[in-house]
C-alpha cells in the first residue's frame, strides 16, 4: 500500500511540474522572461511579440473558432497601440511586459489587428485609419 502511495505522489509531483508555467508570472499578470514563442503553454493561449513594428516569425494569420474564448498575450520592444478591428478592442503594450487581449470569439470572419500611433501614419492602410496591419485574426465558424 506505501509504493502505492509512493509512485501516486511522483506521478502527481511530475504532472503538477509539466502544468505549472515554467517561468512566474508577476502580480499584476505580465509574464516576466526570456523568450517568446508564438504559442506559449505557459501563459494559455496565443503569444505574439511585435519588434520593429512587425509580429516576430512573420505570423500574418491567427486562427480560431467561432465560440472559443480567445487570449492573446501581446508583446512589444516599444510602447505600441493595438487595435482589433470588428471586436474593437484596443490595449496599449509596453515594453517588458505582456498584456493580454481576451475575449469571446463571437463574430466570424477575418479582422485585422492593427498598430496605431504617429510612427505608423502614412504606412500600410489596410487596417482602415491608415493604421499599419500586424496580423489578423480569423475566426471560423
Not at 517568446?36 to 519588434?51: D, N, R, Y
Not at 478592442?89 to 463574430?107: C, D, H, L, N
Amino acid at each position: 500500500m506505501k509504493s502505492i502511495f509512493k509512485v501516486f505522489c511522483a506521478f502527481t509531483l511530475i504532472v503538477l511540474f509539466q502544468v505549472l508555467p515554467a517561468q512566474s508570472a508577476g502580480k499584476d499578470g505580465t509574464h516576466q522572461g526570456g523568450k517568446s514563442p508564438v504559442k506559449s503553454k505557459e501563459m494559455s493561449g496565443i503569444t505574439l511579440q511585435i519588434a520593429g513594428g512587425k509580429i516576430k516569425g512573420n505570423k500574418k494569420v491567427v486562427r480560431v473558432k467561432q465560440g472559443d474564448e480567445v487570449k492573446l498575450n501581446l508583446m512589444a520592444d516599444k510602447t505600441t497601440e493595438v487595435h482589433l478591428h470588428g471586436y474593437d478592442i484596443e490595449k496599449t503594450v509596453s515594453p517588458g511586459r505582456v498584456t493580454v487581449m481576451a475575449f469571446q470569439a463571437r463574430v466570424a470572419g477575418r479582422f485585422p489587428v492593427t498598430e496605431h500611433g504617429s510612427h505608423s501614419h502614412g504606412k500600410k492602410k489596410s487596417g482602415g485609419h491608415g493604421e499599419k496591419v500586424l496580423f489578423y485574426l480569423e475566426v471560423h465558424p
